[in-house]
């Protein structure tokens, strides 16, 4: 089974900070890696899939990266509404669509 | 609207049953493949299964391969979780989602992109 292993686990930022998110897989995945949105008590919401392409109506803030095994989740200049936990999933086995343990962000 | 509507959650004894279906509504159901992703308690995401757009694949992850069953009514336009054998590890918000496959560089790739609320499946005796 691949492996996801985000960095950090947790992360304490301010309003308009540039924000960093990592993850690894355990193999390589090319760029089959998805990051998610979650606020507590929501569903998650897909923010970016094969690793770089923005969901339709997100905003341009969010960027990804990445190919391989690693990657990483961009937020330019954090803004009130994006203090939440975020998630990637490598989507290159069907044998399980495996997800990351999560960062949470939360506000400074 | 796209939207998906889970229901069949509640409380069940260690080693009950449970099925939860998910009804989806405002595209070609039968098109998409569609997964179940469960949160324990104050924890993170894990998939579940997952089923091909016709049923004909399916797919578990290890911590419910051969107690779970996934399937699809594309008639109704609804998803099932036949839970078995169920356990207090098993106690989680369970959300089903689309699968959608999107198309870049010349590849596709697939992402959860619709998600429903969630039901609660609580474990306990």
């Known amino acids: 089974d691949i492996q996801m292993t985000q960095s950090p686990s947790s992360l304490s930022a301010s309003v308009g900070d540039r924000v960093t998110i990592t993850c690894r897989a355990s193999q390589s995945i090319s760029s089959y890696l998805n990051w998610y949105q979650q606020k507590p008590g929501k569903a998650p919401k897909l923010l970016i899939y094969?690793?770089?392409s923005l969901q339709s109506g997100v905003p341009s803030r969010f960027s990804g990266s990445g190919s391989g095994t690693d990657f990483t989740l961009t937020i330019s200049s954090l803004q009130p509404e994006d203090f939440a936990t975020y998630y990637c999933?490598?989507?290159?086995?069907?044998?399980?669509?495996?997800f990351g343990q999560g960062t949470k962000l939360e506000i400074k | 609207e796209v939207q998906l509507l889970e229901s069949g959650g509640g409380l069940v004894q260690p080693g009950g049953s449970l099925r939860l279906s998910c009804a989806a509504s405002?595209?070609?159901?039968?098109?998409?493949?569609m997964s179940w992703v469960r949160q324990a308690p104050g924890k993170g995401l894990e998939w579940v299964s997952a089923i091909s757009g016709s049923g004909g694949s399916t797919y578990y992850a290890d911590s419910v391969k051969g107690r779970f069953t996934i399937s699809r009514d594309n008639s109704k336009n609804t998803l099932y979780l036949q839970m078995n054998s169920l356990r207090a590890e098993d106690t989680a918000v369970y959300y089903c989602a689309k699968i959608y496959k999107f198309s870049a560089a010349g590849y596709y790739y697939y992402g959860m992109d619709v998600w429903g609320q969630g039901t609660t499946v609580t474990v306990s005796s």
């Open positions: 094969a690793a770089s």
């Open positions: 999933q490598q989507s290159y086995s069907t044998l399980g669509y495996t």
């Open positions: 405002g595209f070609t159901f039968s098109s998409y493949a």
